[in-house]
């Protein structure tokens, strides 16, 4: 008798079929709940989105909930109030009104210079008038600076950058100025008249009034506890002039040692 062929056993699902079923299941229970929560109760929004406000004072630049904000809540209907919201985060919480403009930031910062300029002015113009250096030392302020003027009769012998001996209590008194009253950068200029050199040391005016303010740099540094890295010296020659050449009382004026000392709101 023959032999009937045994048939296979069916065989099992792919394993991955069920991750999918599963899948497809969860997939559902989610639309589902989205579908159940479109409709908000919209007291119950406000509830939360205040106790968020209060908690958080995220909503401090515009109002004090998302459905009474000037931006958010009800719509497009609100943006008509676009530029009321614009213009109220241009105010600090004190309710001064920040600048708008880089003008305006900028003569703010100009102005602030100058005052801090004009208060370190009044300071030295006191210590000037204490040591009876008034007709000896001439005061300047810019936003930058305070600056003190120094003939140049006063400091040398003429085409020489040696200090004279009479100059020194003067300097000294400086000094004393300087370490007192600078925050900054101090900035000793030389400066002479528009007539040639001849027969001197220096070959011409350019070399005279660096030199003169490298001698009042070393005597500065050396009688002083400033910081020589705070403390700049150049000459400028003839460039720079401050009344006519042409006249003997111009000359006078050009040749100078200006000492500028910077305020603490400066770029220096």
Known sequence: MARKKQEDPPKPAAAWMNTFADLMNLLLCFFVLLFSMSTVDAQKFEQVAAS?????????????????GILVSNGVSQLNELDQYMNSTGKASDGDI???????????????????????????????????LDGVIDIDITSQYVQLTLQGSLLFDSGSTVLKEESLPVLDKIGVMLERYSEGTIEIEGH???????GAKYSNNDELSGGRSLSVFNYLIDHTNLDPSMVKHSGRGEYMPIADNSTAEGRAMNRRVEIRIYNSLSSY
């Open 52 to 68: 968020f406000a209060q908690s958080f004072s995220i909503f401090t630049a515009g109002a004090s909930a998302i459905g009474d």
């Open 98 to 132: 920040v600048p708008e403009t880089l003008a305006e930031a900028e003569a703010q910062v100009e102005q602030a210079k100058i005052e801090e300029s004009e208060e370190l002015a009044e300071k030295v113009e006191e210590s000037i008038q204490e040591e009876s």
């Open 192 to 198: 002479t008249d528009n007539v040639p050199m001849s």
